[in-house]
């Protein structure tokens, strides 16, 4: 936690804007280092005040988050659907920290709601880290979504099918099978599948297995393996979701989209 939060506090810093902004700023790092029961009742109290600066109660809530205390996980998930990314980074880290149940519904909700995938790169990687039971559910459902030609969200779609290597469950297979027709994604879905026990070539885009018979992932997920189009892993295969808007996370424009 030290290295990441002296990142906060050397990038907060920079944001100061008066005497005042420092005089608080310091009071927040002596509250930090004494780290008992009265500071964190401050702490708490800061994330509810009114007219605090963004950065006064990102710092209070990075603090509280990292140290298990509940009463931070609002602000830290706002602060993971912020605009700015940097912001969404540092409130991952507090939450995956946290301990709390409700982060993974919540990282859930932000990363398959599709007005806001330009934030969602963040809550991807949160869900992959937390591996809870809404993480590869979710993951999925973002992943058929984003896997569309040209789709401007592509580092979301690698966060998806990164994370969903590293989880290991073989429900996204299908997915990650069609992610291998997408040159951005392709490397990263082979490596994926290969973790997961399956060669790319073995399977085909439906889930099923080069045999004719059905991948567990397939399985899994209740698809036929007659090879027909039976749901939302046909269509993700032939690129059928839509996202709007630009990603954020990636930087401006939020990068090129997926090539045919």
């Not at 990142?7 to 004494?34: C, F, H, M, N, W």
């Not at 009114?50 to 006064?56: G, H, I, S, T």
Request: proline share 7%; glycine share 10%.
């Amino acid at each position: 936690m030290e290295d990441e939060f002296h990142e906060l506090t050397d990038r907060v810093r920079a944001e100061l804007r008066s005497p005042q902004d420092l005089i608080a700023y310091e009071r927040l790092l002596g509250l930090a280092r004494k780290n008992s029961p009265a500071g964190r009742e401050e702490l708490a109290r800061m994330l509810v005040a009114v007219e605090r600066p963004l950065w006064a109660r990102e710092i209070a809530a990075f603090i509280l988050g990292c140290a298990g205390d509940k009463r931070a996980f609002e602000t830290l998930v706002l602060l993971l659907n912020y605009r700015d990314p940097v912001r969404c980074a540092t409130a991952a880290y507090a939450l995956a920290r946290l301990g709390d149940p409700r982060t993974a519904r919540a990282a859930a909700a932000l990363a398959t709601n599709p007005l806001r995938t330009a934030y969602a790169l963040h809550p991807v990687r949160l869900l992959a880290e937390l591996r809870a039971p809404q993480s590869v559910p979710a993951l999925i459902a973002t992943l058929e979504r984003l896997l569309t030609p040209h789709n401007p969200y592509w580092r979301v779609a690698l966060a998806c099918v990164e994370g969903l290597g590293a989880l290991g469950d073989r429900r996204a297979v299908p997915a990650l099978t069609a992610a291998v027709a997408h040159p951005r994604l392709a490397a990263a879905a082979a490596a994926s599948l290969a973790r997961l026990g399956v060669h790319e070539d073995a399977v085909a885009p439906d889930g099923t297995e080069a045999d004719g018979t059905e991948a567990d992932g397939a399985k899994a997920a209740g698809r036929p393996g007659d090879g027909q189009d039976h749901g939302a892993y046909g269509r993700a295969g032939r690129g059928a979701g839509r996202a709007p808007g630009a990603e954020r996370g990636a930087g401006p424009g939020g990068g090129e989209g997926l090539p045919h």
